[in-house]
């Protein structure tokens, strides 16, 4: 790869690989509406609209800024910054749950985005959640069923009892996140986009995420990873997009864009 000012410029190696991701001059713009005195609530909000009377007091935030960058198929790329830099609001606009303001996203295959903060169905017990987890990523359920053990071993939920039959309130935000990585890795993606998850668990329950991270990558899939951890991305990444202030600083090998990165938050 070659450093320009809208990111990477792609090699005549990059162009024989299969682009997996291809963010072109990306704009991500929230909008934050205000309710003028201060008074607003859901009701005045359906009566400014039922009368169409416009919003009073809206902010916009600027959260990615031109973005450029292509991802190829096999590559696993952590994404840096300080917070609020847009890492976040980008893995979502890979996965399509953010418009573009401006910019395109392309992508090849249907992107997973695995969010430590994702919403799980807290009545339903760990066992019906691995199953409805396992639907909603597309597997049959007959696959589910013979990776189901596989899903519970690598959790670690039963190794102090059996808690994959108890509903998941009982379960720490911990043991919650193990669960929902391994239900998301147990299924071979086109594009896996990981928001924190290697931040939960034990020493162990990480290596044994970075090991999978770098199978995902062999089966031909992209592997995109969101984390404050330098040594898991180190770990488990071959290439680093550095974001700050919603702009791509950096995009290259991960020790060069990791020691720049370092020298840059210790300044």
């Not at 450093?3 to 990306?26: C, F, K, S, Y």
């Not at 696993?76 to 609020?84: A, E, K, P």
Request: with cysteine; proline share 3%; glycine share 10%.
């Amino acid at each position: 790869m070659t450093e320009d000012q809208g990111g990477t410029r792609p090699t005549a190696a990059d162009e024989a690989r299969i682009p997996t991701v291809i963010a072109d001059d990306l704009h991500i713009v929230y909008r934050v509406y205000g309710t003028g005195a201060g008074k607003g609530s859901a009701t005045a909000a359906l009566n400014r609209i039922v009368r169409r009377r416009p919003s009073v007091g809206v902010r916009e935030v600027h959260a990615v800024k031109g973005v450029s960058f292509t991802a190829y198929r096999g590559e696993s790329i952590g994404l840096i910054g300080s917070n609020g830099s847009g890492k976040s609001t980008l893995l979502k606009a890979v996965a399509g749950l953010l418009p573009a303001e401006r910019g395109k996203v392309y992508t090849h295959g249907q992107p997973s985005l695995l969010g430590v903060n994702a919403a799980l169905m807290n009545d339903l017990t760990g066992e019906k959640n691995v199953l409805l987890g396992g639907l909603a990523m597309g597997m049959s359920r007959e696959q589910v069923r013979a990776r189901y053990d596989d899903i519970v071993d690598f959790s670690g939920i039963n190794e102090k009892g059996d808690f994959i039959s108890l509903p998941m309130r009982t379960y720490s935000s911990g043991m919650a996140a193990r669960l929902r990585f391994s239900i998301a890795a147990a299924k071979d993606h086109d594009v896996l986009l990981i928001d924190e998850a290697l931040a939960t668990g034990d020493r162990a329950f990480q290596k044994r995420s970075e090991a999978r991270i770098r199978e995902l990558r062999e089966e031909a899939g992209s592997v995109f990873l969101v984390s404050h951890n330098n040594n898991s991305i180190r770990e488990t990444c071959d290439r680093v997009l550095w974001l700050e202030r919603g702009v791509l600083r950096m995009d290259g090998p991960t020790d060069e864009v990791l020691a720049a990165y370092e020298e840059f938050t210790h300044a």
